[in-house]
């Protein structure tokens, strides 16, 4: 029997939830900036643009040593709690790693049974326990809504609220993720007119992946673009996001094979079948023409990117991982960057390191050629 996973009630977050998001999402910020990080749709152009710019001059004043020092005594004095209670290997350890760029001191929980929530403690009671030790808390959770549960309460009834990010929150969302994946087509595309304009496909489970989910609402924020979604019948994109793409003008088609998208896309991003949230343990098999061949690369445009938010199963086979419309190994990479320069942002470096970081850039290395 799972023991955890008892919930609590706390009075007030039923009605808070219930109010449309954008009248929610005040809470989750302070001062203007960006404090808990929990849904695509806190990020608007501005802030994305300027994320990247960020993204691109950390990791460039970290490849010089002086530069990682300069960036790692940043926040020498901060604590970071990773609470990953669902399985994850990039994003913990990306998430890991850009804590350390800054000089995060770091603490994992990434088994529930060996916390007091095996005793009966709640999540909740869980994360506010951490709030008592750290100054930051990313999470990634099975439940949807968790993520957003308990940077409420700690918003609303701790004494010392920290801030939260959302590293993956049941199949919901996943927004950090959007993040390094919008990175990575804007570095792809930063010679042919940036994002806007082009034809991004969308493959696989796109039901219940939430990278898709998160991705689709940045898409509002690049005019001209237009979706391509490929997903067996039984996991087409959900009601939610083509409502949200419909009122915000961005054109999208659903289809049931990749093939006749192979030659239209310019960038086509695959994912997996989600089977981990078959309750019957029941996985659909119609994947085959949901995958990405060697043979299918002459049939892409020749400038086109093959993304992937990985984990990979047969979706892309290894012999596409040699060309150099190959992206998914970069996207990885970029992951690690971008989430430092977000929690930069969080806790007010950003101006420093544009600033006072200036002076590790004098190599004259232009920024894109990491
Ligand atoms: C994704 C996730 O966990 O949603 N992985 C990741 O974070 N890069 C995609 C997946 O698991 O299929």
Redesign the pocket.
Known sequence: MQKYSFYQHFEGWEEFVKRPLGERLPVFFREGRIYDVLFSQQFDRPFLDSLYDLTNRIRRIAKAREGARWLHDLHGHRRAMLYFV?P?T??FLSFLNACHILGFHTSEIRDPHTSSEIKGESPEDSIRTFSSYVDLIVM?HPQEGFAEKTAWLLNVYSDRPVPLIN??SGSDQ?PT?ALLDVYTLQRSFEDRGGIEGKVIALVGDLKR???VRSLSYLMKNYPGVKLLFAAPPAFQIGEDIKEFLSNQGVPFEEHTSLEPLLGRADAIYM??I?DEHDKDGKSESQYEDFCLRKRDLAKMKPDAIVMH???RRGEIEVAVDRDPRAMYWRQ?RN?MWIRAALISVIFGSDEEVRTEGERYLSDGSPAYSL
């Open positions: 669902q994850s990039r994003t990634r590293a993956g996943h993720q992946g939430r990278t994912t997996r989600q938010p990985l984990p990885e992951g």
